[in-house]
């Protein structure tokens, strides 16, 4: 008989001497190869019977394996699993027939001892993994010195490939009826945790569980010791473990091996249990150990995804978690909330205990909406989501949950943000009421509903009565029906009756129940039914059916009253009295009225039958015409028959109230829904402008559903989302690109099908969406288009319809239309030329040429100008020029431009004519040759238009005393010989009263049109024309290279092998010539010669020449903005000083010449357009002469301070402008920009705030001037208020993020402490100093420099902001680290209680100087004299006071000393030189004391304010002197300065 094999605790407890089997001695490693492949010969030849001759050798291997080279470790591992599966062929032969006791005792200790060696070598292969590579080989080195492993190298076995065959072998033994081999049929603990223990260790590898079959074989062994030995509490308690300490890596297969247990091996108890486990944890400990909480809640949420129903009977265990600390245990629960309503709650079919615990599930979803922690929000809105997804939210709950959402869009977490208009735009495209969600066709569909009703029930009633409309008896038990229902499963399971589905019914018994208290909604209505009961209860007589009758009328009469809840408690009561009597029995077989086959399945037969019940009891009470409820009981059985009849003849009726109160009802729901979408949209307006990304790509698409579903004030947020092409954020950027694509190129139907007329549908949509546009939004929108040539998503049939708008081939086409179309043409052909060159005839017969009235369309030639401009060619490659593409000046389009420009000029009729202008200049300076002589002869005959029509005596200028060229140095060919000819606006012009007489349209149009002439030509030369030069100079140089290197060829090919000097000498000289160009000098050079010239005909002569047609424009221009009385027109005004700032951007000395008076006009304009063109043009005019501009700053600053919102913003956006790009120096004017922060204008706030964003990404740029901006705010002077100072405060703190920079402003803070005497100043350095973060540094930091704010400590509100730097740091700092902080809060407490004492003792002084006063003022002493006495008893004679007299209320004191400090008495004070000069020397002199001396402080009061004097008090004395009291009282004060 073989001895008996005790599997061990521990692996060491098998080696020695003892009872059972024991390895006697260990195979030593020399000996261990050879005995190896002994032991594996001997088990292939005896099978698993020869296990007990090799176990010892193999029990040798596992013990010494770390030391085992690779080669015998696989040999004994091929050796155990050989047996492995010798051992499950010889059990699965023995199990299957019988055997003695004594083989089954024999083969169980082979199975155990197979077992265990198959477990331990599994547990050292795992262990070796773990420990280094997968592998088991040594680690080698490939040709490139690549590391690769043994086995790969030299063929041995790998782990990752045998792991899975022990398993699987493991698993095979495992699943024969191993029992049996047991005397008793229960398997012994030890192997049940042999085996679990193995396969727990291998899912501690990740390695283990991403393997499927690995995985696999693993949960399937736990599962049969789950299902067959009894292993579920020791899995659950196990697996949690597991979770709770190894990662997040097993709680996703620990999910699946739910299931797997559940479904296959009945394990349901394991997911009962470990859920109970986890409960069980401390709440605080998983609140601290985020790793834990994050696994566990993963592995809940994956499992009641897998196996919901298993969970819901313990979910009343996890609720408890949703008041924990660990926001990852409330994020579980939640979720394992909504899986169980999502998947088995909302099932159709479903009874009332089912809905009543998913409304409670639900409740708890909507609770924690506004949970304490973001991520919870952020989940519990997601959960929403997918419920909505669903389509499983009941409707009654939709509009507290849309409330809830918007509510939570301004969110500070940007998760819940996304969330939340995630979780919008699914409910807006989920949403049960209709299609398209217009909240004026609803709520007219609503009213013609309505009426409808209105009308039907007046119908229905007027046939039985003429009284006032009463609802039918149908329509009645309809909207009772629920509520009846509900009353009667409570009453059936007060009283014990089962309602189950089979239709049985009967009493449970019944079982004490301690503890139990009704709900506060039910308790008042159960009292009242209990007592209906205590009155009633003699009718309840089995043996007494008479009172029967009884109990139905008072059924009746609580039907007839609405006490629904008294009338399902008599039902139920009476059917346990008289169970068989007809009207109480519910067992009947009968069909009842209206069933059928389908009949509803949600009420179980004994319900319905309750049900029939009552509602044949409240119909016949409402048939009784003459309102007896005396009803007998046999008749009511007998009319139940006829009831039904009657509600068949009138069903039709009842039937169409039924359904159009529900149609009113849901047009209500709709109404209510568009609506509240509709007050969401301003919030998801200001998302768009977020700086979370994903803020704005959510809302982009919220807004697309938002359009696709009707919602009027999508039109808003659609508008708004053009702005996202300037985006940074390529992503974002791309989608609202897709996004305008979905919505405009894209055009469906309400069926989702492509609409017939596409490309005209396209056009339209188009033109929809340009108009009323700004300009910001019309360039954006050029960008888009851009954007949809580059992808060729704009159908080319789109512009063919945009043409024909154009032409006015299409019928009924507005003028607008025309215009729009016009100009999307000119979009596109931004990215493509051809579209307006191959169009250019259409172009100019349709929009150049006046119409038949002669009316010109300013806004159309406007639109025709800009496509114009985009026959310009691009460069393809930056440093590249493109060869200019120009029109002779006697092009037809350039005659139209001419015609329509000249005789208009006068219509009052064009309003847009100086746009109209601009537009046109432009067009002759991108397309047109010598522009600036077309422009110069353009401007000639405007100024004979305007100047000559209003001159009746002046002749037109004669043309050859003209120069059109703007510029005389530019065009040779225009100079004239004639130097003489007088200016067209002569001095006497200007002078002469007749120019009052021109019209000041005219005038405004024609400065303006000057104006915009003057800076086309400065940018034609120092653009247009210097590129053209440097192009043919390239184009030269090319040209001249190309003939060197022919050149050099041919010299190469005509030298002979005998001149090879001559050639090297031709190379010398040629490399010689050709270095300065190498270099690239040469270029460099004539750039620079070039653009000097181009920049002394500006500043010399395009405006100010002698001769330029511009400078003759200039007087005119100065006059005008000189006499704004003489020029009252406002339009005139205004193009006159931007005209003017246009000359002086051209010219450098214009621009000197004229600054006073350009910002006397920014100042002093009533206009505020002209200010704000004023402060625009500054902005340019910084740019281009910055020396200029810069003394003139603070006048740029000034205009911060502006009445109008308009120019403030200007003001704001230019200065942006020129401090991002360091065009002016932050100086101290920049707290007028930190002002702006709290304009009460929204959009320069916001402005502001964008600009200190951006200040705030160059480096220390908001830390370099914090300092500053909190002095001159601070300043009483300037006038801030302390709320507004706080906000501006709060803003720029924020930006401040370094440690370091926070340790430097607290000293800084600190040190600005000493020279503040308004205690508003240092209240707003306190609050400065309680908005940093700080550190132990700067506490430190805080405590060196307390010495600068201990005086200020008096204050409250100093002292509350420093107790608030106490709170805040002290939650922050690590506790070894708040030494510090207590250690400065008790100086903050010591100083702050001092100074309150001191302030009351100097209220106690002053309160008795009055009493004092008022004995003085009663004994008619006009002087006091209060004793000085020195410390030798000796007391000085005190001078007279002066004769000089003042009469003040108060007298302030100053402190002076010897060298720095004054003292408050210096003044009063006489020196001994003094009086001896006045004759005083018989007063003893007072000698001055050692400091260390204390003197008793003596102090003159008058009565009548007259002045006094004191001697013989020390400088150091009045320091302890309070100058705010009139009279100070006796103190005993050392005389040691503090």
């Known amino acids: 008989m073989a001895v008996a094999f005790n599997i061990p605790l521990v692996r060491d407890d098998l080696v020695g001497h003892g009872s059972g089997y024991k390895v006697r001695e260990l195979v030593s490693t020399e000996y261990l190869a050879t005995k190896v492949t002994d032991a594996w010969m001997g088990l292939r030849s005896g099978g698993p019977e020869n296990i007990f001759g090799s176990f010892d050798t193999l029990f040798s291997l596992i013990s010494h394996f770390p030391s085992v080279n690779s080669e015998v470790r696989a040999r004994g591992w091929k050796a155990i699993v050989g047996v492995s599966s010798d051992l499950l062929r010889e059990l699965t032969s023995i199990l299957s027939k019988s055997s003695s006791p004594g083989d089954r005792q024999k083969w169980q200790i082979i199975l155990k001892m197979t077992v265990y060696l198959l477990v331990q070598f599994i547990g050292c292969f795992e262990m070796q993994a773990t420990q280094a590579p997968i592998t088991t080989g040594a680690t080698t080195k490939g040709r490139k010195g690549k590391k690769k492993t043994a086995a790969s190298a030299g063929g041995e076995m790998s782990w990752d490939t045998q792991r899975g065959e022990g398993l699987r072998v493991l698993l095979q033994i495992c699943q024969l009826d191993l029992p049996q081999l047991w005397e008793t049929p229960v398997v012994e603990v030890e192997f049940v945790n042999l085996v679990t223990e193995c396969c727990y260790k291998l899912l501690e590898n990740p390695a283990s569980t991403k393997d499927k079959d690995v995985r696999d074989s693993i949960f399937h062994l736990l599962g049969i010791f789950i299902q067959n030995y009894s292993h579920a509490l020791g899995a659950s308690l196990k697996i949690v473990q597991l979770l709770q300490h190894i990662g997040e890596h097993l709680a996703t297969p620990m999910a699946i091996a739910m299931e797997l247990f559940v479904k296959e091996f009945n394990g349901k108890v394991v997911v009962t249990e470990a859920i109970r486990e986890i409960t069980r944890m401390d709440g605080s400990e998983l609140g601290r150990d985020t790793s834990s909480s994050r696994a566990l809640g993963i592995f809940l949420i994956e499992t009641a995804e897998r196996v919901p129903a298993v969970i819901l009977p313990s979910i009343s265990i996890l609720l408890p978690l949703l008041d924990e600390e660990a926001y990852g245990m409330r994020n579980a629960v939640l979720s394992t909330m909504c899986e169980i309503s999502l998947q088995v709650l909302s099932q159709p079919g479903g009874d009332l205990s089912q809905r009543n615990t998913r409304d409670q599930f639900l409740d708890k979803l909507e609770e924690h909406i506004h949970d304490v922690h973001a991520f919870v929000r952020s989940k519990c809105l997601q959960l929403w989501l997918k419920l909505c997804n669903g389509k499983v939210i009941p409707l009654s709950r939709q509009q507290t949950l849309l409330d809830l959402t918007i509510g939570r869009l301004q969110d500070k977490s940007a998760f819940v943000r996304r969330s939340a208009v995630q979780l919008l735009t699914a409910m807006l495209r989920g949403n049960p009421f209709a299609a398209k969600l217009s909240i004026d066709e609803l709520k007219q569909q609503e009213t013609r509903e309505k009426k409808r009703l209105l009308d039907l029930e ?266 996202l092409m300037w985006s940074s954020e390529e992503n974002v950027k791309t989608a609202a690109v897709e996004a305008y694509r979905r919505l405009y190129l894209q055009p469906m139907d309400i069926n989702g099908h492509r609409v017939k007329s596409f490309n005209a549908t396209i056009a339209n949509n188009l033109i929809q969406l340009t108009s009323d546009m700004t300009l910001g939004e019309v360039t954006s929108l050029e960008a888009l288009i851009m954007e949809w040539m580059k992808s060729n998503s704009l159908p080319v049939g789109v512009l063919n319809v945009l043409w024909d708008k154009v032409s006015g081939k299409s019928s009924s086409v507005s003028v607008n239309d025309s215009r729009v179309a016009l100009l999307l043409l000119a979009m596109a052909a931004g990215h493509e030329p051809a579209i307006v060159r191959n169009n250019l005839d259409i172009l100019i017969e349709h929009t150049l040429t006046p119409n038949s009235a002669g009316n010109v369309d300013c806004t159309k030639v406007s639109n025709a100008c800009q496509a114009l401009v985009k026959l310009v060619p691009v460069a393809k490659r930056k440093g590249t020029f493109a060869k200019p593409m120009r029109y002779p000046a006697a092009h037809k389009i350039f005659q139209c431009l001419h015609s329509i420009l000249v005789s208009s000029v006068n219509e009052c009729a064009c309003d847009g004519w100086i746009s109209m202008a601009e537009h046109a200049v432009s067009a002759i300076y991108a397309l047109a040759e010598q522009p600036d002589h077309l422009s110069g002869r353009i401007l000639n005959a405007i100024s004979t238009q305007v100047v000559g029509a209003a001159l009746d005596g002046l002749e037109s200028p004669n043309a050859s005393q003209l120069d059109f060229s703007l510029g005389a140095p530019l065009a040779e060919s225009s100079q004239r010989e004639d130097d003489s000819s007088e200016s067209l606006l002569t001095k006497e012009t200007l002078a002469s009263t007749k120019l009052l007489q021109c019209s000041s349209l005219g005038l405004a149009r024609f400065t303006a049109f000057a104006g915009h002439v003057a800076l086309k030509q400065l940018v034609h030369l120092e653009y247009s024309l210097l590129n053209e030069l440097k192009r043919r100079r390239l184009q030269k140089e090319g040209d001249e290279e190309e003939k060197k290197a022919a050149a050099k060829n041919d010299v190469d090919k005509s030298v002979s092998p005998g001149l090879e000097l001559s050639k090297s000498s031709f190379s010398t000289a040629a490399e010689a010539t050709t270095a300065e160009e190498e270099m690239g000098l040469s270029g460099a050079t004539a750039d620079d010669a070039e653009a000097e010239a181009i920049r002394r005909v500006c500043d010399g002569q395009l405006v100010c020449g002698e001769r330029a047609m511009l400078s003759r424009v200039r007087p005119l221009l100065v006059y005008i903005c000189t006499n704004p009385a003489m020029f009252p027109d406002t339009r005139l005004q205004t193009a006159a000083a931007l005209t003017l700032s246009k000359f002086m951007l051209v010219s450098a000395d214009v621009c000197e010449e004229h600054l006073r008076l350009f910002f006397t006009v920014m100042e002093k304009s009533p206009e505020a357009v002209i200010r704000a063109n004023s402060i625009i043009a500054a902005g340019d005019l910084t740019f281009r002469f910055p020396n200029l501009i810069e003394p003139w700053t603070p006048n740029l600053y000034a205009r911060l301070r502006d009445t109008s919102a308009h120019v403030r913003k200007h003001t704001v956006m230019v200065l942006t402008h020129l401090i991002l790009n360091d065009m002016v120096k932050v100086k101290g004017q920049i707290s007028e920009m930190a002002l702006c922060l709290e304009d009460e204008n929204e959009q320069i706030s916001n402005l502001a705030k964008l600009f200190f964003m951006e200040l705030a990404r160059k480096g220390n740029a908001i830390y370099n001037i914090l300092p500053d901006i909190i002095s001159r705010l601070s300043d009483v002077k300037v006038g801030v208020d302390a709320k507004a100072f706080r906000q501006i405060m709060k803003y720029l703190f924020s930006f401040i993020q370094k440690d370091r920079q926070c340790e430097s402003l607290v000293e800084k803070l600190c040190h600005r402490f000493r020279s503040m005497t308004v205690e508003r100043q240092y209240r707003d350095l306190s609050f400065c100093l309680s908005l940093l973060s700080y550190s132990e540094k700067g506490i430190r930091r805080l405590m060196e420099n307390f010495g600068c704010f201990q005086n200020k400590l008096a204050s409250s509100e100093v002292f509350s902001d420093f107790m608030s730097i106490i709170n805040k740091t002290r939650k922050a700092l690590k506790a070894d680290q708040k030494v510090v902080v207590d250690e400065l809060e008790s100086k903050l407490v010591e100083c702050h209680d001092k100074a309150a004492q001191d302030e009351e003792t100097a209220v106690k002084a002053s309160s008795h100087s009055s009493k004092s006063a008022a004995a003085a003022a009663a004994s008619n002493k006009s002087t006091v004299l209060k004793e000085v006495q020195e410390p030798d008893g000796t007391t000085p004679r005190v001078p007279p006071a002066s004769s000089k007299t003042r009469r003040t209320q108060r007298r302030t004191v100053r402190r002076a000393s010897d060298n720095v400090h004054e003292s408050p008495l210096a003044s009063h004070r006489k020196p001994a030189q003094t009086r001896a000069a006045t004759g005083n020397n018989s007063s003893p002199e007072i000698t001055r004391k050692p400091k260390s001396s204390r003197r008793r402080v003596l102090v003159l009061s008058s009565e009548d304010d007259e002045d006094f004097d004191v001697t013989g008090v020390d400088d150091e004395l009045v320091e302890n002197i309070d100058p705010g009291l009139k009279r100070l009282s006796l103190a005993d004060t050392p005389s040691t300065k503090a």
């Open 458 to 723: 007046q119908a229905a009633n007027s046939k039985e009565s003429d009284d006032a409309p009463v609802m039918l008896p149908e329509r009645q038990w309809e909207v009772m029906s629920s509520d009846v229902e509900k009353n009667l499963v409570e009453a059936m399971d007060k009283m014990k009756i089962s309602i189950g589905d089979d239709g049985s019914e009967g009493e449970e018994e019944k079982e004490e129940e301690e503890g139990e208290e009704s709900g506060d909604d039910t308790m008042h209505a159960d009292a009242d039914v209990l007592r209906m009961d205590q009155q009633l209860d003699f009718l309840f007589d089995p043996e007494c059916e008479k009172n029967a009758e009884r109990v139905i009328e008072e059924m009746t009469q609580s039907l007839s009253s609405g006490k629904i809840r008294e009338a399902c408690c008599l039902l139920v009561r009476a059917h346990q009295t008289w169970p068989d009597m007809d009207a109480f029995d519910w067992s009947s077989s009968s069909p009842l009225p209206g069933e059928g086959e389908e009949s509803s399945g949600t009420q179980s037969k004994v319900l319905r039958i309750a049900i029939e019940k009552l509602r044949t009891v409240f119909l016949a009470a409402c048939s009784d015409q003459d309102g007896n409820v005396q009803v007998d009981l046999e008749e009511l059985i007998a009319r139940t028959g006829e009831q039904c009849a009657q509600g068949a003849m009138s069903a039709i009726s009842a039937e169409q109230l039924t359904k159009q109160a529900m149609i009113v009802k849901y047009l209500a729901d709709a109404v209510i829904f568009s609506e509240k979408m509709q007050n969401a949209i301003p919030i998801l307006c200001q998302l768009l402008g977020s700086k979370s990304t994903t803020d704005i790509m959510e809302a982009v698409e919220f807004f697309v559903a938002a359009h696709q579903f009707g919602l009027a004030a999508a039109s808003q947020g659609v508008r708004k989302m053009i702005m």
